[in-house]
């Protein structure tokens, strides 16, 4: 019971040193400017394999992110909004931050990119680096296995005309979909799969 009671101190102290802040009108909170500072300049990477220059401004406390060409793509008119909410940890009296979220508009690859938020990643090293991130999209699938109905071959894993459930065929089958109770065909091993896609890069600081 005290070891329990000592681990609980610990995760409530560890919690306590991390912080997550909102932010308004896109200004950063006093406190951890001192320490953002080291990161305003420029800095030169890749974006989904695009070069790119990044320029990271602080006007008086508003953070401002801009890019030398368009975040997405040509002709997408994309852009980064005011900053939304930082990750910082406690060290001593400082805040040092380790996450700045932007509000981000895809605008006319928005349909292609469905994130309205880009993350920096702040790396504090030699020299100082950013990673970006954007959500693009996820995609689903399933992926079965057994023997298939209609004497058709058992040695594909992956058939996206079919959905899970005991032999429940899909288009292009004999029938089209069968209504309930389906049918008992063995190849029923089927499972949903998820595929996770990001804009992202890193940069590093040159000046």
Known sequence: MKNLFIILTVLVVTAG???HVKITNGELPESMIPYA???IGEYSGDLDGRPM???LTIEGRKVLLSSDSDWIGNGCTSQVGE?????AKKKKDQSLVTKAIFY???GKCSSQVLGREIQVTLKDKKPLALKLSIYARTDSYYSCVGPRPYGEPANQDF???YYPGPGYPGPGYPGGFYPYPRPGYPYNQCSMYYETYFV???FTKVQ
């Open 104 to 106: 981000f508009d895809a």
């Open 83 to 87: 900053l939304k909410e930082v990750y």
């Open 159 to 161: 058939d996206s005309s």
């Open 17 to 19: 040193c991390r912080q």
């Open 37 to 39: 500072s080291k990161f």
């Open 200 to 202: 992202d890069g890193k």
């Open 53 to 55: 220059h990044l320029t």
